[in-house]
């Protein structure tokens, strides 16, 4: 599954290089970021960190079509660890959305897609966020943003994991995330 969503994201990359490079009415930006799990995710996730790219179509004033990729990863609350229970978590979020320039490089954007997991069997949830920034004019770019995830239970979390409590019917998870990235 990894070597898969790997391969998915590679792809996907090349595939908006070369057409961002045929093309001068978008721009890539690679970006990291921390996060703070909120919720459920809390109960059960440390912070987290990662990265991403992103592609930035232009197609109105001031307005922009967006498509990520990346890859997240959380560290697993000790007391939840054990020889089912890895000590991170990875994830993989997809999305698509949409970027307007407000005033003088603030911005507001708004994404959904999926997040893949990496872990046990894979699986995904429903993910949408929004978030506000500002974009310096040498290509800096600062943005925070709230992601939520929902995704419907599954039976192996209680089953394989032994964790109840909070996954609930359905789960849905949230975090704070600042990202810090360089447009090219």
């Known amino acids: 599954m990894k070597k898969f969503i790997l ?47 992103k592609y930035e179509y232009h197609f109105r004033k001031n307005l922009y079509f967006t498509a990520e990729a990346g890859y997240e990863s959380f560290g697993v609350k000790t007391k939840l660890q054990n020889a089912y229970v890895p000590a991170t978590v990875g994830y993989v ?23 893949v997991f990496c872990q046990h069997g894979g699986g995904g949830a429903f993910d949408y966020s929004g978030g506000i920034g500002y974009s310096f004019k040498p290509g800096f770019e600062i943005g925070i943003r709230y992601e939520g995830w929902h995704q419907e239970p599954e039976n192996h979390i209680k089953d394989d994991y032994g964790i109840t409590g909070p996954f609930k019917d359905p789960a849905d998870f949230g975090q704070f995330a600042l990202r810090l990235a360089q447009r090219f």
């Open 7 to 53: 391969l998915l994201t590679l792809s996907v990359g090349f595939a908006f290089g070369s057409f961002a490079q045929s093309s001068k009415i978008g721009d890539f930006n690679l970006g990291v970021y921390g996060a703070l799990p909120l919720y459920n995710m809390n109960a059960l996730l440390n912070v987290g960190i990662g990265g991403s790219l």
């Open 93 to 115: 979020p997809l999305k698509v959305g949409v970027k307007y320039y407000l005033i003088s490089g603030f911005y507001a954007e708004g994404q959904l897609g999926q997040s």
